[in-house]
């Protein structure tokens, strides 16, 4: 019997649900069309509205009901009516870490029919892999004397062996099993002379299991320029939490923005769920507009749809999003358009309905 999959859906703030309800379509159009897919969905209120009203963003119970799902499906926080450390510190940082989502996955491809700003751009593909459970994003640290002229303000960087080792292990056993032939590690152990020089060894310790992989470590500034100056050259780059936070809106950028770039937060081991999110944020600049473009949450859900086991899903929703591209009808405005996020969202549904009924006719 095939499986029932359950998911726990959070659009969250700004464009968060304006994208999020193109990705239910795509789900939609999926369980109508394959008999086979079990899916149901569950989604909750959650974020800047939800605090608000209730004085927090979810229920103090809110962890208790989300580990029951097989997978979470973000769309993004931040609101301007709440302090960013709210919705950041309370909610999408709390999942990644008590699920320990310690595994950012975040792909950089630049898909066909969409253009990048630079110029000799064709076969930009790799992945990010971001540690992304500790790091500079550790929430460790303080203040001390408030408001006087002797205002003291520390954060902490933390990094473990253990965490070092875990995300290197994972960028070295994805580029393995790919056929990848190198990884790049993002550092700054000239200046930051502890956290990243255990980062450093830690990383090279790792590397020696795949000699058939070559590691090279570059320092982060170095790193962010060769993303533009000869970005068709990585095939997995692994980084910090912060480090890699900055390299893939960078990334995103270089394959045509932030409309277009998913992400997984994955706990691989499976002991809890992975959260599946764009890497972009509620873009209040636009919200409430319809012009989001939807495709970086629809990659997301392919994305969530693989790591379910429906490799098959996935790939087709990724096939449907690259024919769209391609044809250079619907646009939203940030490739250039005029189209209407909803539309985006019905021309994949619509290009996912011709593929699958081509599938049944072929059959
Ligand atoms: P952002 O990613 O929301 O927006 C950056 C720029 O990209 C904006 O000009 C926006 O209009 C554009 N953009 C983003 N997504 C787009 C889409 N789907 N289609 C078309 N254009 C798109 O980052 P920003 O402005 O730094 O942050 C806004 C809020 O989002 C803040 O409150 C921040 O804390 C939060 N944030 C939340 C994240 C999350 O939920 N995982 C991640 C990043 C930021
Ligand atoms: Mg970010």
Request: aromatic share 8%.
């Amino acid at each position: 019997m095939s499986k029932h999959y359950k998911i726990a859906v959070l659009p969250g703030d700004g464009i968060g649900p304006e994208v999020m309800r193109e990705a239910i379509k795509v789900i939609d159009v999926l369980k109508q069309m394959d008999p086979s897919f079990h899916i149901e969905l569950h989604s909750y209120p959650w974020g800047s509205e939800y605090y608000l009203k209730h004085g927090e963003i979810m229920p103090r119970d809110g962890f208790q009901e989300l580990i029951k799902y097989d997978a979470l499906l973000f769309g993004a926080v931040g609101d301007k009516r709440v302090p960013d450390e709210i919705t950041i510190w309370d909610f999408i940082m709390p999942i990644r870490k008590n699920f320990n989502q310690y595994i950012n996955f975040r792909p950089v491809k630049l898909l066909k029919g969409v253009e990048s700003p630079l110029k000799d751009s064709e076969n930009i593909e790799f992945v990010i892999i971001r540690e992304n459970a500790e790091g500079e994003y550790s929430n460790s640290g303080g203040t001390l004397y408030s408001g006087t002229d002797s205002e003291i303000a520390i954060q902490n960087t933390i990094v473990t062996k253990s965490g070092v080792e875990k995300v290197a292990k994972y960028a070295f056993e994805y580029a393995r099993k790919n056929n990848f032939k190198s990884v790049v590690s993002a550092t700054k152990s000239n200046a930051i002379i502890h956290s990243m020089k255990l980062w450093d060894e830690i990383v090279v310790k790792v590397s020696k299991d795949y000699p058939e992989i070559s590691m090279q470590s570059n320092y982060i500034d170095a790193l962010a320029a060769y993303f533009v100056s000869k970005p068709k050259e990585f095939e997995v780059v692994v980084a910090s939490n912060l480090f890699g936070d900055i390299l893939s809106d960078l990334g995103a950028a270089v394959v045509g923005g932030l409309g277009l770039s998913p992400s997984a937060n994955l706990n691989p081991e499976g002991d809890f769920p992975s959260m599946f999110e764009p890497v972009h944020g509620s873009a209040p600049d636009i919200a409430g507009k319809n012009i989001a473009n939807p495709i970086a949450q629809i990659w997301s859900t392919a994305l969530m749809l693989k790591h379910l086991g429906r490799d098959d899903l996935g790939a087709l929703i990724i096939d449907a999003i690259q024919e769209v591209l391609r044809k250079k009808e619907v646009r939203t405005p940030d490739l250039g358009g005029t189209a209407k996020t909803i539309e985006m969202g019905s021309a994949i549904c619509d290009a996912i309905k011709l593929m699958m009924s081509k599938e049944r006719v072929e059959i």
